[in-house]
């Protein structure tokens, strides 16, 4: 299965209330910085959650370029082996970060590096090489102790299967945390980090550890995430942190919403039939209530 989210080319119909609410979350992100914050779509399959979702990232990348806010969108499409390998998904989206950072440093023509970017591409081998290199360089400058930079260079070439029942608790701890230091580093720059994934009901268990770890600590920092419609036990995810977000925590967060929940209902009849209208090239089309169900 591919990686790649599917670009929102063409015109966008309908789920306009629901793409307002995204776009103004990250739009005061940028303008007044703040805690992380965290949306989850949800929907049947067909209903358009992953389209609405290419079509945000794409309408936030516009908005950050028009503020001149250095930003970031990683985009990954998470897939049904994930779910048994560990770190697996957190190691696609360091290996965007890692890639913005190293591109920053590089510079341009002009002498100047790039501050914005958003990633939706699946690597080859030949493109990862050079970011190992960068992330081994950050690892020295933030001093990572030997063993540990043993383990999180493991997780970065993807051979961390074999290694996880050697993993005790404290160093599982300790492994998160560094990864958490490397995004943070990574991204210090930034105005907005976005991570928009898709179908996170596949996603590993200590990969929603480090996205727990990254929402606790981060600042500028929007999780975006789609799945179809899921009861918590079958996420990968630790359940009080989830029980936390959903029921939120009056003594904390009670002046700052920092988790969203969209579920999407089926598109009314208006959109349904500009829909179909837009799709067949005539948007004066008027049509027939068979053809829009």
């Given at each position: 299965?591919?990686?790649?989210w599917k670009?929102a080319?063409?015109?966008?119909?309908g789920?306009e209330r629901?793409?307002a609410?995204?776009v103004?979350?990250?739009?005061?992100?940028?303008?007044?910085?703040?805690?992380?914050?965290f949306?989850?779509?949800?929907?049947?399959?067909?209903?358009?959650?992953?389209f609405?979702?290419s079509q945000?990232?794409?309408?936030?990348?516009?908005?950050c370029?028009?503020r001149?806010?250095?930003?970031?969108?990683?985009r990954?499409?998470?897939?049904e082996g994930?779910?048994?390998?560990p770190?697996?998904?957190?190691?696609?989206?360091?290996?965007?970060?890692?890639?913005?950072n190293?591109?920053?440093g590089?510079?341009?023509?002009?002498?100047?590096g790039?501050?914005?970017a958003?990633?939706?591409?699946d690597r080859?081998?030949?493109?990862v090489?050079?970011?190992?290199?960068?992330f081994?360089?950050?690892c020295?400058?933030?001093k990572?102790?030997?063993?540990?930079?043993e383990?999180?260079?493991?997780?970065m070439m993807?051979?961390?299967?074999?290694?996880?029942?050697?993993l005790?608790?404290?160093?599982?701890?300790?492994t998160?945390?560094?990864l958490?230091?490397?995004?943070?580093y990574?991204?210090?720059y930034c105005?907005?980090?976005v991570?928009?994934?898709d179908d996170?009901?596949?996603?590993?268990?200590m990969?929603w550890?480090?996205?727990?770890?990254?929402f606790?600590?981060?600042v500028?920092?929007l999780?975006?995430?789609?799945?179809?419609?899921?009861?918590s036990q079958?996420?990968h995810?630790d359940?009080?942190?989830?029980?936390?977000?959903?029921?939120?925590?009056?003594g904390?967060?009670?002046?700052?919403?920092?988790?969203?929940?969209?579920t999407?209902s089926?598109m009314?009849?208006?959109?349904l039939?500009?829909?179909v209208?837009?799709s067949?090239?005539?948007?004066t089309?008027?049509?027939?209530?068979k053809?829009?169900?």
């Amino acid at each position: 299965q591919q990686r790649v989210w599917k670009d929102a080319n063409g015109k966008f119909v309908g789920r306009e209330r629901e793409r307002a609410k995204i776009v103004s979350i990250a739009e005061e992100m940028v303008m007044f910085g703040g805690s992380s914050k965290f949306v989850f779509v949800t929907a049947d399959s067909g209903a358009g959650k992953s389209f609405l979702c290419s079509q945000v990232t794409k309408q936030i990348h516009e908005i950050c370029v028009v503020r001149n806010a250095p930003h970031l969108i990683s985009r990954n499409v998470c897939t049904e082996g994930d779910s048994f390998s560990p770190f697996n998904i957190i190691r696609l989206v360091l290996l965007d970060i890692l890639d913005h950072n190293l591109k920053r440093g590089d510079g341009d023509h002009d002498g100047v590096g790039q501050t914005s970017a958003m990633f939706s591409t699946d690597r080859r081998e030949s493109d990862v090489a050079p970011l190992l290199v960068h992330f081994v360089t950050i690892c020295r400058e933030l001093k990572i102790p030997p063993l540990q930079f043993e383990i999180i260079c493991r997780i970065m070439m993807g051979a961390m299967e074999e290694g996880m029942t050697s993993l005790t608790d404290e160093t599982a701890d300790s492994t998160i945390g560094n990864l958490v230091r490397v995004f943070l580093y990574c991204s210090l720059y930034c105005d907005l980090v976005v991570l928009a994934l898709d179908d996170v009901l596949h996603m590993d268990e200590m990969s929603w550890k480090v996205i727990q770890k990254l929402f606790e600590n981060g600042v500028h920092f929007l999780a975006l995430f789609t799945s179809g419609p899921v009861a918590s036990q079958d996420l990968h995810v630790d359940s009080e942190f989830w029980d936390y977000l959903r029921r939120g925590n009056p003594g904390e967060m009670n002046s700052d919403q920092r988790f969203f929940e969209i579920t999407l209902s089926p598109m009314d009849r208006i959109d349904l039939d500009r829909l179909v209208a837009d799709s067949l090239g005539d948007a004066t089309l008027e049509v027939d209530e068979k053809l829009s169900h």
